[in-house]
């Protein structure tokens, strides 16, 4: 049988599979059902401050499979459900970020700049429209090149990339990342360090846990999500509470509901288009790279928009940063677009890419049936191979998932912009309530509440002098994979303290590192 | 025929504990109050599955509430200090690795953890630990890598566990040869890193089992004792020199000093679980079945393995 058999029965695989219930005769499969149930959870989780994609689906895995169990029948509708909260929370994350400036996950963190100040100006709508038109757009390009290429890239990508190259990588999104953000170079760097120093703490290949200073709530080291939610959205709520007490209550102006120009008209879609378009290829060649994630995508699909834009910018059009629309269709295509690309290592190495990754490794692994490597993809001479098969159940799910975006997503985003009609008295309260449940639910202890409130402050401190906390959420979530990485590649070289400079692929990423600084050094700031 | 064998096993033990189950519960232990089980592996990850599914098990065929809960790191340490100082009731036990209790505990000096510190339980499964590469890098035994390292070839071995890097190292040595040793986060890393090419070779406990059965990767060598069930032809440790082995389990255990009724009701209820339902099937298909090593047995196996450590630490040295 050849590929395009595997492909039609891994098609009808999601259609045909245990039927749920029936209508009119015609079986619906309980795969759909999970499909759209996972989605329908997904877009809420995203679209609710505090809580992100992988944190539902790490809640979800053990309870699908003590329902499902692990047979080869129950790969689908846990992977469809699995997939259906990706791609929903990837698309829902966008909302509190436009609506409220509290982003639930790094890679929505750009998409405030822009968001945020639309929705103030009463675009709240139209910010959301753009962010769904363009996180699809980026999804779907990057599931088109997924199932085109997912055989072949990640060989590809892999056979180049070794230890030394992979650290020499991690070093150079921390280069970028803190070079471009936030302006300046200088403040830039300072919260990465702080964000490289906040992930010694504990970790290390040693018996007893580092710079914890004897504390035991420590000992397992700060838990990431409280770091990261503290941070992003704590530092955020208490800068606005500030904002309040200085300026009053009443006087906060709050958004018209609907004011002129809060529509999206096919113009604009025709002038979004390439920013979407960069934005996807950026973020689908992102995706491909191993665990560098969404964030660097966002970053740099957001940092390319600008400078283009500030190029042929008109007098009358903001700023990046003073509620473009393109900064979101640049941002959101981006972080979107990695989702699919990420399935490149997953399906064809086995892994993982980012967090969401990790979970859709989790539960090909708790199942059977799907080992992801090479030979998911070996097209037998004669017989089927059944993992090929899963693979094309895996794709149509996730183009069906694309499908439930384009349209429920669609009606979804145009429903929550009345969210943006909450005054900024209620809205606070119940942020913080649910980011402290969040944080809560995940650590289970006091502990985790004061570690959240410390980095709340720290986020506070940072937005009060004007440092981007993006480069210090960045440097924390890579710092433990960028020391693990760089002690591997030392080892795995025999000891050799300059395998950075003696690979030649790692010396170009070392070189790139250094000349992204020198040169936002050397800018004129704006 | 082999899983056949292997099921006709798992059946006999599940009747025979299953019984032992039932006379437990005439004795009438009960927990006071849910049983807190620290599971010291990533969630998600196969041994936590197997930690939760037992739990289920446990709690379907008592009704005792079992809240599992994650306690990481540090190879089973942070787990087990956490347990230490846990009331001795029944109501604390915990999920780790015999090494946590062996090597690990001898490492982490300052700990404080020794084997009499805690109440031995029973144990889940055995890793089948091999030495596994690529299939691509042409290798068909253990002693073709070696002729490859001869020739001149710089091999990375990538590690999970100190201990392991020490066996790694003495393998080298023995077959003399150097390894360039890379110590990685658990044993998914050690494959990911095999698989993707960034490591030559590596210690896996289990994991390969489906990539050696599709023909990607290699059993080059067994770290045990005795042979792997998978690739029985694979020579063991003693074979190639080293007097060493990763023999190890997954093991349940409670503080110590806890009652014996206590001890007899808990063993007896999670190793039934062990072999019982889903908890049961996810074990076979993951570890190549359940090994049930409990009371005065455990006892030993774990006291050998805490001294047994330094020996293996200082021939390493």
């Known amino acids: ?526 | 025929m082999k899983t056949l064998i292997k099921a006709a096993a798992a059946a006999a033990l599940l009747t025979a504990s299953a019984t032992t189950a039932s006379f437990a519960d005439g004795h009438g232990w009960k927990p006071e109050g849910p049983i807190k089980m620290i599971i010291a592996f990533a969630a998600g990850g196969g041994a936590d599955t197997s930690g939760r599914l037992i739990a289920d098990e446990v709690t379907a065929a008592t009704g005792w509430d079992i809240i599992p809960e994650q306690i990481t790191g540090k190879g089973g340490i942070n787990a087990l200090l956490a347990l230490k100082d846990m009331p001795a009731d029944g109501t604390s036990i915990a999920l780790v690795v015999t090494e946590s209790l062996g090597y690990n505990a001898v490492a982490a000096e300052g700990a404080g953890i020794t084997p009499g510190g805690f109440t031995g339980l029973t144990t889940t499964a055995g890793f089948q630990m091999g030495v596994v590469a690529k299939a691509d890098k042409g290798w068909a035994t253990f002693a073709d890598m070696i002729a490859a390292a001869k020739a001149g070839e710089d091999l990375s071995f990538g590690v999970m566990s100190p201990k392991l890097a020490d066996l790694a190292y003495l393998l080298g040595e023995a077959n003399g040869v150097e390894f360039n040793i890379v110590s990685v986060r658990g044993g998914k890393a050690v494959m990911n890193g095999v698989t993707a090419g960034d490591l030559d070779v590596g210690f896996m406990a289990g994991i390969q089992g489906k990539g050696v059965a599709s023909g990607d990767l290699v059993n080059l060598a067994s770290a045990l004792s005795e042979p792997l069930k998978q690739t029985p032809e694979a020579p063991k440790m003693s074979d190639l020199g080293v007097e060493f082995s990763a023999d190890g389990y997954f093991v349940f255990v409670a503080p110590a000093g806890l009652p014996d009724d206590a001890r007899k009701a808990l063993t007896d209820a999670l190793s039934t679980a062990a072999n019982t339902g889903k908890a049961g099937g996810m074990i076979e298909k993951a570890f190549g079945g359940t090994t049930i090593i409990t009371g005065d047995d455990l006892d030993a196996l774990l006291q050998s393995d805490y001294d047994s450590s330094g020996a293996l630490m200082k021939a390493a040295e």
């Open chain 1, 1 to 526: 049988m050849g590929i395009w058999d595997h492909a039609v029965m891994g098609f009808m695989s999601v259609f045909s599979g245990p039927e749920a219930f029936s209508i009119l005769g015609v079986g619906i499969s309980i795969t759909l059902i999970m499909i759209l149930t996972g989605f329908l959870m997904g877009i809420t989780v995203g679209a609710t401050p505090g809580l992100a994609g992988p944190m539902a689906m790490a809640i979800a895995l053990p309870i699908l499979i003590s329902i499902f169990g692990f047979s080869q029948d129950a790969f689908l509708p846990v992977m469809g459900f699995l997939i259906g909260i990706m791609k929903g929370a990837t698309l829902g994350g966008s909302v509190p970020a436009i609506l409220f400036n509290t982003p639930g996950t790094p890679d929505a963190y750009m998409t405030t700049l822009d968001g945020y100040p639309m929705a103030q100006k009463g675009q709240a709508k139209k910010a959301l429209k753009v962010a769904h038109l363009s996180s699809v757009s980026g999804d779907t390009f990057s599931d088109v090149v997924l199932v085109l290429c997912a055989p072949f890239l990640a060989v590809l990508v892999e056979s180049y990339l070794d230890l030394p190259e992979k650290a020499a990588l991690l070093i150079l999104s921390l280069a970028f990342i803190a070079a471009v953000i936030g302006g300046s170079v200088g403040k830039g760097l300072i919260s990465m360090g702080l964000g490289l120093l906040a992930a010694m703490i504990a970790t290390g290949e040693d018996f007893y846990p580092r710079l914890t200073m004897g504390s035991p709530a420590l000992a397992e080291g700060f838990p990431i999500a409280t770091a990261i939610l503290g941070v992003l959205i704590l530092g955020e709520v208490f800068k606005s509470i500030e904002d309040m007490i200085r300026s009053g209550i009443q006087s906060a102006p709050r958004p018209a509901a609907t004011v002129a120009g809060d529509r999206l008209s096919f113009a604009e879609i025709r002038r979004l288009a390439p920013h979407i378009a960069r934005s996807s290829v950026i973020g689908t060649i992102i995706g491909a790279l191993p665990g560098i994630g969404s964030t660097l995508a966002a970053t740099l699909g957001y940092a390319f928009a600008r400078a283009r834009y500030d190029n042929k910018r008109s007098a009358s059009d903001p700023r990046f940063g003073e509620g473009a629309p393109e900064g979101i269709a640049a941002t959101e295509a981006a972080n979107s677009a990695v989702s699919g690309a990420n399935l490149i290592p997953v399906l064809s190495l086995g892994i993982p890419g980012n967090a969401a990754a990790v979970f859709l490794i989790l539960g090909m692994e708790s199942i059977g049936g799907f080992n992801p490597g090479p030979a998911v993809f070996r097209v037998p001479s004669d017989g089927f191979n059944p993992e090929l098969i899963m693979a094309f159940g895996l794709f149509t799910a996730m183009f069906l998932t694309n499908g439930l975006n384009w349209t429920i997503g669609g009606v979804f985003m145009r429903a929550v912009g009345v969210m943006a009609r909450v005054p900024k008295e209620v809205l606070l309260p119940v942020v913080l309530l649910l980011t402290l449940t969040a944080i809560y639910v995940q650590e289970n202890t006091m502990a985790a509440m004061w570690i959240a409130v410390g980095f709340g402050v720290l986020g506070y401190i940072m937005r009060r002098v004007g440092m981007s906390p993006l480069p210090f959420v960045i440097a924390f979530i890579l710092g433990g994979k960028l020391e693990e990485t760089a002690r591997q590649a030392f080892a795995a070289t025999g000891g050799d303290a300059f395998f950075l400079f003696t690979h030649p692929i790692a010396a170009a990423f070392m070189v790139m590192s250094l000349a992204v600084i020198v040169f936002n050094l050397r800018k004129p700031s704006p």
